[in-house]
């Protein structure tokens, strides 16, 4: 089982990104994936989930209408489109999957390596 993020990269404030997360060996359909982040220094934060099939979705406050998570279930593939970037959302970016129902609060399962995305100001 893996996941694969993808997408990072070195991007000027106020400019746009787009991370993918691929699954191998997981039908990602069958699970809420989540994409969390992690600055130097700092916890991992939550930043947006989705549900299996889409109709479910939550943002952490700090990127609300800036990031917009989605989600291709034919392709297995998780997307985070990040636009408006600031400084403080530099930060390596993880995707993760979880079991049960969106609502459900069960902890992730799997989770990907990362990948980095810095906003220079």
């Known amino acids: 089982v893996q996941l694969q993020a993808s997408g990072g990269g070195l991007v000027q404030a106020g400019g746009s990104l787009r991370l993918s997360c691929a699954a191998s060996?997981?039908?990602?359909?069958?699970?809420?994936m989540g994409w969390f982040r992690q600055a130097p220094g700092k916890e991992r934060e939550f930043v947006a989930d989705i549900s299996q099939s889409g109709s479910s979705i939550g943002y952490a406050d700090s990127v609300k209408g800036r990031l917009t998570i989605s989600r291709d279930n034919a392709k297995n593939t998780v997307y985070l489109q990040m636009n408006s970037l600031k400084a403080e959302d530099t930060a390596v970016y993880y995707c993760?999957?979880?079991?049960?129902?969106?609502?459900?609060?069960?902890?992730?399962?799997?989770w990907g390596q990362g990948t980095q995305v810095t906003v220079s100001s």
């Open positions: 993760a999957a979880r079991d049960g129902t969106y609502y459900s609060g069960l902890d992730y399962r799997y």
């Open positions: 060996g997981l039908t990602l359909r069958n699970y809420v």
